[in-house]
Every structure is written in C-alpha cells, then in structure tokens.
Nanobody, 123 residues
C-alpha cells in the first residue's frame, strides 16, 4: 500500500510564508501526478496546484504568483511554498498522489490523499 503524510501547516500572519511537505511511502511503487488541494470551512475542496511526473505545473488562479509547487523524486516528496499569504488562504490543505504499486504478484493503480494539515492566516 501507499501512504501520504503531510507536514508544515500552522498559524501565520497575512503576508507571511509557509512551506508544506508531503512524503509518499510504501514498498514498491511509482508516482505519477502529485498535487495540493484545500478546503475552507463550509466550502468544497478545491485544487491549489498540481505537478506531473515530468514537472509540468498547474495552479489555481487565486494562488498564481504566490505559491510554488515542486517535487523531489529521490525522496518521493512534494512541496508547496506559500508566500504572501492571505486570510482567504486559510483551510485544511491535503496532498494527493496517483501512480502504481506492486502487491507482490501484480501492479495496481492507486489514488491517495494525505490526512490534511491546517493552515491559518490571520489578518
């Protein structure tokens, strides 16, 4: 099986920065796309940024120019550098990854979410 573990959330003042990390672990697996999503209180989960296996990135309009997604293939980790944070960036941030894992007898597809990490931006 494959697991995702996030870290790096916290409380920050508007204009500040935070860096989120998400490590993917398992026995034998590969990773295709990775991404970050967020969910504010009373709202649906929304895409923040994604990065493909080839490094192509995609951002929500609301975070373009402020957030940067990156990945470390050697350590199976995806990062989200968040600068110039605004109160409306507050929410639970979830990482996501898809790929394939080996059961011992066959390869299966996976699509996993992390447990979420709280980001709170005060005004």
């Amino acid at each position: 099986q494959v697991q995702l573990v996030e870290s790096g959330g916290g409380l920050v003042q508007a204009g500040g920065s935070l860096r989120l990390s998400c490590a993917v672990s398992g026995s034998i697996f590969s990773i295709n796309a990775m991404g970050w999503y967020r969910q504010a209180p009373g709202k649906q989960r929304e895409l923040v940024a994604t990065i493909s296996s080839g490094g192509r990135t995609n951002y929500a309009d609301s975070v373009k120019g402020r957030f940067t997604i990156s990945r470390d293939g050697a350590n199976n980790t995806v990062y989200l550098q968040m600068n110039s944070l605004k109160p409306e960036d507050t929410g639970v941030y979830y990482c996501n990854a898809d790929g394939r894992y080996y059961t011992g007898t066959q390869w299966n597809d996976y699509y996993r979410w992390g447990q979420g990490t709280q980001v709170t931006v005060s005004s």
